[in-house]
Nanobody, 121 residues
């Protein structure tokens, strides 16, 4: 079994910053891609940022220049540094990862339960 646990959400004023973290634990042999998704009330879940095993990153246009994704492979951890936050960034942010449980297994997609980020105007 694999668990993805997010932390770092909360309430912040517009223009402020938050740092989200996601840690994978359990039967983790290796992690391929990782990413952060968000879902605002009444809207679909969208990709915010992703990072592959080589450290290559991609971002949604709405967060480029404000958010930075990073990962620490030794700790099976991923971070999302969020700056210049806007009220429209308010959402539940969820961690996603493609994880191999053993050397011979294929990668399986896992999700965290999510952490709420609220940006007040």
């Amino acid at each position: 079994q694999v668990q993805l646990v997010e932390s770092g959400g909360g309430l912040v004023q517009a223009g402020g910053s938050l740092r989200l973290s996601c840690t994978a634990s359990g039967s983790v042999f290796s992690i391929n891609s990782m990413g952060w998704y968000r879902q605002a009330p009444g809207k679909q879940r969208d990709l915010v940022a992703g990072v592959n095993s080589a450290g290559r990153t991609n971002y949604a246009d709405s967060v480029k220049g404000r958010f930075t994704i990073s990962r620490d492979n030794a700790k099976n951890t991923m971070h999302l540094e969020m700056n210049s936050l806007k009220p429209e960034d308010t959402a539940v942010y969820s961690c996603n990862a493609m994880i191999k449980n053993t050397v011979s297994s294929g990668a399986i997609q896992y999700w965290g339960k999510g952490t709420l980020v609220t940006v007040s105007s």
